[in-house]
């Protein structure tokens, strides 16, 4: 019998199938695909690398894009067409599959993100990377991790209590948090199915099932300081993670960090959980604008 990850994987896939049918490739983006940046790259760590055709010889300022799919789900393939719709926007974009529960436990993902942003940074000149504006944007379980990476980069003793060793002085230049988690808490099976399905997938990914110190240390609103990049957080009245949106902007308020916050409505329909993602939404290119013009805001 598969456990809980595995059919919330299934379950998700054929959503994203449906959304996703009949995307084809920009004429106006250049791609470099399947570029492994681990061992583990028959299957999980490998990249794609986009950017605009008419940038060619040019250093871009850089997103890496943290994908979504609560902590089971996701990979690369699933977010190239949001990824290159930022390189549209005049960015060469970074997009990679991170290794997920329930096959790899926490941290493996955030390993994996660790990894990314090392490979970013060596691997600049021959992909066109400034690495004076690297940005990354992260959706839902995409948007907890980002959160947590970046709290790493800006307090060691924080990413030396999860173990991870971030690249020497690196702090993201900014960082779009859309749709995230970033308060998680134990949660007692209580026939609620999101509840229960929630401490599912944690028993999963979490090394001791999911226990009090873990569920403190995968919160990134206790992690906050004065040394966060500017972020720019989004969420939409559909977003079922809509509650987190506000408790994190106020702990970045309350630290003095540059915080740009939107809530997002339609009168055409209702905006659910990472609805930036679908690119048939004109609600969807709405938000990646403002997303692309928060980065353009704070170049360095």
């Known amino acids: 019998m598969p456990g809980v990850g595995l059919t919330v994987r299934a379950m998700f896939k054929q959503g994203d199938d449906e ?5 084809t490739t920009p004429d106006d983006v250049v791609r470099h695909d399947n570029i492994a940046y681990g061992p ?26 943290v994908h979504g799919g609560a902590w089971v789900y996701g990979d690369k393939e699933r977010y190239q067409w949001y990824c290159m719709s930022l390189a549209q926007r005049g960015f060469a974009v970074v997009n990679f599959t991170y290794r997920l529960a329930p096959e790899w436990k926490f941290p493996a993902g955030l390993e994996d993100t660790n990894a990314v942003f090392a490979w970013v ?5 021959e992909y066109g990377f400034d690495t004076a504006n690297v940005f990354a944007v992260g959706d839902s379980a995409g948007a907890h991790m980002l959160s947590m990476y970046t709290a790493m980069c800006v307090d060691a003793a924080y990413a030396a209590k999860v173990g991870i060793q971030t690249p020497a002085g690196f702090v993201p230049t900014g960082v779009a948090l859309n749709c995230g988690a970033f308060k998680n808490e134990v949660h007692e099976r209580t026939g609620d199915a999101l509840l229960d399905m929630f401490a599912d997938i ?5 090394p001791d099932g ?10 990134p609103i206790n992690y906050v300081n004065g040394d966060y990049p500017p972020t720019f957080v989004m969420t ?4 079922f993670l809509a509650g987190d949106a506000l408790p994190m902007v106020h702990k970045l308020m309350e630290h003095n960090v540059e915080v740009t916050f939107h809530y997002y409505h339609s009168a055409e329909r209702v905006l659910g959980h990472v609805f930036h993602c679908n690119m048939r939404l004109d609600e969807a290119a709405r938000y990646n604008d403002d997303e692309c013009a928060f980065f353009k805001s704070i170049m360095r």
């Open 121 to 125: 940074l060596a691997n600049a000149q």
């Open 202 to 206: 944690m028993a999963e990914l979490l």
């Open 210 to 219: 999911g226990t009090a110190e873990e569920f403190e240390l995968i919160s």
């Open 19 to 23: 959304r996703d049918a009949g995307l």
């Open 40 to 65: 583990e790259s028959e299957y999980w760590q490998t990249l794609d690398v986009y950017r605009p055709r008419d940038a060619e010889g040019e250093a871009l300022p850089v997103i890496v894009s």
């Open 236 to 239: 939409a009245e559909g977003d």
